[in-house]
């Protein structure tokens, strides 16, 4: 079973509708547009229910199949937001807000579970229900647990959930996933450094905290290279540091902000320890305050493996069981779909966007040419799964 004939034919139409959504991003919950547009087509294209507002923003569709006998519901997940960043790619179709790009892929993620569903509205050839799930707030905002704690789950009974995402590096029209961790927890790292200010020249008096906050820094980094068994993974990036405001002046406080990544349960809990305990113990040293926190965001996405076994066999029909990595290395990006796979089972996978800028550059753009391997992918799962 390749790319679905009529689902090749769509290819243009699901293209227009990403561009669309491409130019015109919106962040967190804040994806009223988006949205609507979503609600629209799914009702124009026969959905049996559509839902808004359910975790704020998101949007949820429900397809009955030819037979409904099985009493099996699956949920297929797509996120919509976009990132606060400026772009630079010159497209035609480039943002069109100011400070706002998908720069994640978000947009096809949507234009291809739309296509999805509106192939399926017309097919219907499954015993049983397809839910289509559009998200908010992805990108830092924990969409998927408000949608969770909104009751998606228990609402429409769904019994698994899927996810996809687009990924740079890996070739077009290819596949990868895994059973177990395949993308890591992702927690914040926040530090307020008080010392005492003073001039320049007289740094004998003062407690400097760009000083303190460089030495926490190199410490936390030292972390992952000295407490954390080599044959695991972590990982700690202090992304943020803020502090003056005169070139002649030794500051009073300075702000350290960053970010924590893990792959399992013992080595986030020895992150967090370490984080705290390396702020405040480098402070001390030097005599400053400091205020630390840590902060856990989201969990490690784990792919069930049932149901990941089930990707993996759908994928390989529709690209060539040669086309599908279905052992992947574990990535350090975080994904609040974690929240939807601890609350089902169920599988995240990865489809190539081919050689093209990273996700979260400003240059980056969603490869069109994925989309007919993306809507088949979705097509065939629910086939497969729910077979007449």
């Known amino acids: 079973m390749p790319i679905i004939n009529s689902v090749a034919a769509m290819q243009d139409e699901v293209a227009q509708w990403r561009r669309d959504i491409h130019q015109h991003p919106e962040v967190l919950y804040e994806v009223q547009r988006t949205a609507g547009i979503v609600a629209d087509k799914l009702k124009a294209f026969g959905c049996d ?7 704020r923003t998101g949007v949820v569709g429900v397809i009955r199949g030819r037979k409904e006998t099985s009493g099996r519901v699956i949920g297929m997940r797509a996120d919509m937001d976009a990132l606060p960043m400026t772009e630079t790619t010159g497209l035609p179709y480039a943002s069109r807000v ?13 234009a291809m579970l739309l296509g ?3 192939y399926l509205c017309r097919t219907r050839n499954f015993d049983g229900t397809a839910v289509v799930i559009f998200q908010p707030a992805e990108e830092g905002g924990a969409g998927g647990k408000a949608m969770v704690d909104d009751g998606l789950m228990d609402r429409w009974d769904i019994q698994e959930i899927y996810g996809m995402h687009n990924m740079p590096g890996i070739a077009l ?3 990868a996933i895994r059973p177990g961790p395949l993308l ?7 530090i307020e450094i008080t010392g005492k200010g003073g001039h320049a020249s007289r740094p004998h008096q003062c407690i400097d905290p760009v000083l303190v906050g460089s030495h926490i820094v190199t410490q936390l980094h030292a972390i992952v290279s000295r407490n954390i068994d080599p044959l695991l993974s972590g ?22 902000k960053g970010t924590a ?11 967090e320890r370490r984080v705290i305990a390396v702020a405040e113990g480098t402070a001390r040293l030097h005599g400053a305050t400091v205020r630390a926190s840590y902060e856990r965001k989201y969990p490690v996405t784990v792919n069930h493996p049932r149901q990941t076994a089930l990707a993996s066999a759908v994928a390989g029909d529709v690209a060539g069981a040669d ?5 992947i290395a574990p990535l350090m990006g975080g994904e609040d779909f974690s929240f939807m796979l601890e609350a089902r089972p169920g599988a995240f996978i990865l489809l190539g966007n081919g050689d093209t800028a990273g996700v979260h550059h400003p240059n980056y753009d969603f490869n069109d040419a994925a989309i007919p391997a993306g809507i088949s992918y979705w097509a065939r799962l629910v086939e497969t799964a729910m077979p007449v």
């Open 235 to 256: 990982v700690i990036s202090i992304c943020m540091f803020h502090s003056g405001e005169a070139l002649n002046v030794i500051p009073q406080t300075a702000e350290l």
């Open 116 to 118: 999805a569903a509106k």
């Open 173 to 175: 029209g290819t596949f």
């Open 184 to 190: 890591a927890a992702s927690d914040a790292i926040h």
């Open 49 to 55: 229910e559509v839902v808004g507002g359910i975790g």
């Open 323 to 327: 086309k599908v990595d279905t052992n």
């Open 98 to 110: 100011p400070g706002k790009m998908h720069a994640c892929g978000h947009d096809g993620h949507t």
């Open 261 to 271: 990544r893990s792959l399992t349960a013992e080595v986030r809990d020895l992150i």
